[in-house]
């Protein structure tokens, strides 16, 4: 990546009209068939977005995601039109210095009301899940695993999109009842194969993707890939040569950042602290590394 991009807090297209401001993305309506999805160096922690950014971590973002829809394509359409700003409308591109490396022009889909989740390891809510009930989104798992333990198979397990605040794991036939049997099905095999996909390309780079989510819509009655795709926001990914089970991993991912938050005198509530920057610089660290290393 010899492009560095400038740090983006917030994005400012006057003219453009934004239509939803996420804890990470801006996303603003070309026309009514075309989004420009803007990943900013926001970073969230416990449902908070920290007064700190993380410098380059959208473009990190962007650009793994645009490697895995490539790489993915031939298992499932996606919603890229492209990330070139020479190639967007014209009316885009005054704004190059806040878009180039860190944005992607994208069909507007309909998107469907569920996070699609796969794991191979138990940890996180999953994990939590577990020892309260010993199941995971209805799916009742052997006695005795251990935290970070690796699944005999991975396991799908959808939850629903929050606003705000946590998003909340269902059932998949809690899932069937809001989108359909038929669709359920098909998103869950999509999911499946992804995750697989994906795995295996990261144990070839020496990482594991321990667990994931997708965004599915619809487009023209095809189901399309959307949304972010296997980035550090998305996707837990562990060294090969740490893993151990029984622990907490060594990760790629923001683990890093709540694990230090977890130090402070912080109620988890907004306004969130200010990072240090030691902390930041090991953040951009962490989403570099793996990003090359899933790239390379």
């Known amino acids: 990546m010899a492009y560095q991009s400038p740090t983006l807090v917030e994005s400012d297209l006057p003219g453009i009209r934004r239509i939803a401001r996420g804890k990470v993305r801006d996303i603003y309506e070309v026309d009514g068939e075309t989004l420009l999805l803007v990943a900013t ?21 962007t650009q793994l995601s645009l490697f895995w829809f490539d790489l993915l394509k031939d298992v499932v359409p996606n919603h890229l039109i492209t990330a070139e700003v020479e190639q967007y409308p014209a009316a885009l591109r005054p704004f190059d210095n806040q878009l180039r490396g860190r944005s992607m022009l994208v069909r507007k889909l309909e998107m469907f009301p569920v996070e699609c989740v796969a794991r191979g390891y138990i940890v996180g809510s999953g994990w939590k899940d577990y020892l309260r009930d010993g199941a995971v989104g209805g799916i009742t798992l052997p006695p005795g ?11 799908f397990t959808p939850a629903t999109k929050a606003e ?9 036939e809690q899932m069937v009842e809001v989108i359909g049997a038929e669709k359920a099905s ?5 999911t499946i194969e992804i995750y697989e996909r994906a795995s295996q390309h990261g144990l070839s780079r020496g990482v594991i993707l321990a667990d994931t989510k997708f965004e599915f819509g619809m487009l023209d009655g095809q189901i399309v890939l959307g949304d972010e795709v296997l980035t550090p926001d998305s996707s837990r990914y562990w060294p090969l040569d740490l893993y151990q089970p029984g622990r907490a991993q060594d990760s790629y991912d923001k683990q890093y950042v709540r694990e230090y938050l977890e130090t402070l005198d912080w109620d988890k509530t907004d306004p969130g602290p200010e990072l240090p920057a030691e902390v930041v610089s090991n953040t951009t660290a962490k989403y570099l590394e793996a990003l090359e290393v899933l790239t390379a």
Not at 145 to 155: F, R, T, V
Not at 164 to 172: F, L, P, Q, R
């Open 41 to 61: 160096d926001r970073i969230s922690a416990f449902d908070v977005i920290l007064p700190t950014p993380i410098p380059r971590k959208g473009e990190i973002l």
């Open 145 to 155: 695993m251990e935290e970070c333990g690796k699944l005999a198979e991975p396991i």
């Open 164 to 172: 705000s605040g946590h998003d909340e794991n269902i059932t998949y």
């Open 186 to 190: 098909r998103l869950r095999d999509l």
